[in-house]
């Protein structure tokens, strides 16, 4: 049987889209694992990276804790934490915040540090509060960067919370995980092919996101 | 804190747009001599500022636009002369940064209200310091700055920045923001609602010299010197009485600078804002500056006087060196060319009989200047050929200079750069209304020089009536 011949297997078998066990109910999971993973990710990196990059204290600690977390793996913190707390949704979320975080936090240092600093001098000089700089100056400039961490982040959030399939919890990694053990190809390959749809639709929302949100005086910048 | 800070303090509804045609100002300034003060001055030009149109934008490039440089600088001369107040005051002010530099050192400045003041000097001289001290950018180490008497610090920071237009090199717009909202900016954060604000910043843009067109465009797609105008736009926006300046338009080509400059003076004259304008260029501080204070590595004060008593006296052998050689021919650019003996008698009209022309064959002059029919010069021919006989060869008269407008210096340029060592004095429209010898230039000069002399003597004044009427190169 060809890769083609699963997929479209897979979709057209009725079973599939129905119930609990259905694909909009396993995607409507995996969804809500992915956006509270990237929703707690962002809530640290963001100001962390927000308040370094702007100060322009504390590069080569955070440059360091970038590092380490990224050379988790994945895989292992999950298991280690599912010996350690039990079932639940807390095991999978560390290991997929732990790999959200550097993306963001990196790119957000980056973006500030790399600002032009002379609007920020004229906005400053103009009697702007450094609320208002950061939020109204700031911010807007580094947007395009800032996005692009949370992209990445946001990619390899969905592609990876396939693995709370294996501490018997939802979404999408059901499918592959389920299919493996029953040996049945068709599901493995139709839950793998979910998944790589929802990554190219999560760029293709950042890419919407990104030409509402970022000024046309900035887009360009990388 | 007298009136005008209170004025503006009043938030959006006590704006007014100043549009002042700069000969109403004028009078308005003279009408007030008697009674100093900022407050009264600002009431008096804002009255006179609804009834005048506002100088067409477009005309920076056109050296003859409304007021002569002369004539205002001779306002500013009366008002340094203790006529009207300083508006900031600088009190033996010493930075010394945490780093242990000491960039600027026990430095005292009154910097004159309305009027250009420009602080000049070497690369690393703290001028850039001294700027940023007055809007708190930087808190001096020891020492205070006055602001209309009150010291800088006693007003919240935000206040007191929002009270100062300031204006950096390469302008420093917010690339996320268009053109009209980077303008219209700090008008937004005093609270006026966005259509407002956009409608005076359109006014900005015009004042400026910037089309309209470019409003709804991104910084980006601006030149540096388009940029330039929208950070001068954008410091005005909300009226602040003073305007900082630093290096401003040291990123943009010579001739785009110098257009600057003019729409920087013209928009000074129609304002009457108080600007302390920083640059390493001397050129620039004597172009512009009403008073210029040349600094020395370590932040100490060399010499702060008008331009005119810079180059004509220097305070010792560092300022000497720094403005440079040929300070003599450039101090000219101070002396009106009013004064010079202008003769017609070797002017020969268009269609002139033979008796006109042997008369202007026989007035002494080696040439004879032929005009066309409006009686714009056509080039000079041979006095001895005598030009009855035939159409004689003649001599371009390159460029002439407009007399009483501009300057001694350009009258000498004229001559010099003239093959017949005559230049050729016309009107504003280029009418020829004499020549002059390089020889009656020079004596002019020497009588400009000594009436100077006699003027510092005798008080202001008459040096002011001297410098009537010329133009700045
Ligand atoms: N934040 C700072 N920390 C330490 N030293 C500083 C700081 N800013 C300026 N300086 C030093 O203070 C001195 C004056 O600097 P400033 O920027 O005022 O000079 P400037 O006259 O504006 O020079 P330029 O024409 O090059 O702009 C210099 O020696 C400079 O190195
Ligand atoms: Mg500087």
Known sequence: MSLFQFISDFFRDNANWHGAYGIPHRLLEHVEYSLIALGIAAGIALPVGLVTGHTGRGGNALALVATAARALPSYGLLVLMFFWLGLGLTPVMIPLV??????????????????????????????????????????????????SGLRSAAIQVVSTTAIAATVSLGGLGRFVVDGLYQQNYTIVVGGATLIAGLALVTIALFWLVGRFVVSPGVRGRR | MNRPFAEWRGGPGSHTVVAVCPRAERTARSAVRVTPGRGTRRST????????????????????????????????????????????????????????????????????DGSITVLVGP????????????????????????????????????????????????????????????????????????????????????????????ARRYPYQLSGGQQQRVGVARALAADPPVLLMDEPFSAVDPIVRKSLQAELLRI????????????????????????????????????????????????????????????????????????LELTTQPVLPAGADAAQAARAAASGAPYVLLTDAEGRPRGWAEAKGGPAGGEPELLPTGRPFVAGRESLRDALDCAVLSPTGWA??????????????????????????????????????????????????
């Open chain 2, 123 to 214: 690369s690393g001289c703290g001028k850039t310091t001294t700027l940023r001290m007055i809007n708190r950018m930087v808190e001096q180490t020891s020492g205070r700055i006055l602001l209309d008497g009150a010291d800088i610090r006693e007003q919240p920071v935000s206040t007191l920045r929002r009270s100062m237009g300031y204006v950096i090199q390469n302008a420093g717009l917010f690339p996320h923001r268009t053109i009209v909202d980077n303008i219209a900016t700090v008008p937004r954060m005093l609270g006026w609602d966005r259509r407002r604000a956009r409608e005076r910043a359109r006014e900005l843009m015009e004042r400026v010299g910037l089309d309209g067109a470019l």
């Open chain 2, 424 to 473: 050729v004095a016309v009107d504003d429209q280029g009418k020829v209304v004499g020549v002059v010898s390089q020889e009656a230039i020079g004596a002019a000069i020497r009588s400009a020089h000594a009436a100077r002399q006699d003027g510092d003597g005798a008080g202001g004044a008459d040096r002011a009536d001297a410098t009537r009427a010329g133009a700045v190169t």
């Open chain 1, 98 to 147: 732990a790999l959200a975080v550097p993306p963001i936090l990196v790119t957000t240092y980056e973006a500030m540090r790399t600002l032009d600093p002379a609007p920020v001098d004229a906005a400053r000089g103009m009697g702007m509060g450094p609320a208002a700089v950061l939020f109204q100056v700031e911010l807007p400039s580094a947007l395009p960067l800032v996005l």
């Open chain 2, 268 to 339: 000074q004259e129609e304002l009457g804002k108080t600007i302390v304008f920083v640059t390493h260029d001397i050129d620039e501080a004597i172009r512009i500056g009403d008073m210029v204070a040349v600094l020395r590595t370590g932040g100490k004060l060399a010499q702060f006087a008008p331009p005119d008593e810079l180059l004509s006296s220097p305070a010792d052998a560092f300022v000497e060196d720094f403005l440079g050689t040929d300070r003599g021919i450039r101090r000219l650019s101070f002396f009106g060319s009013d004064g």
């Open chain 2, 45 to 112: 030009r804002r009255r006179d500022g609804d009834a005048q149109p506002r100088m067409e934008p477009g005309g920076l490039d056109s050296p003859g636009t409304g007021l002569s440089e002369t004539d205002r600088r001779q306002a500013v001369h009366a008002r340094s002369r203790g006529v009207f107040g300083t508006l900031i005051q600088i009190e033996s002010v010493t930075k010394r940064y945490p780093d242990g530099t000491t960039a600027v050192d026990g430095l005292s400045l009154e910097i004159p």
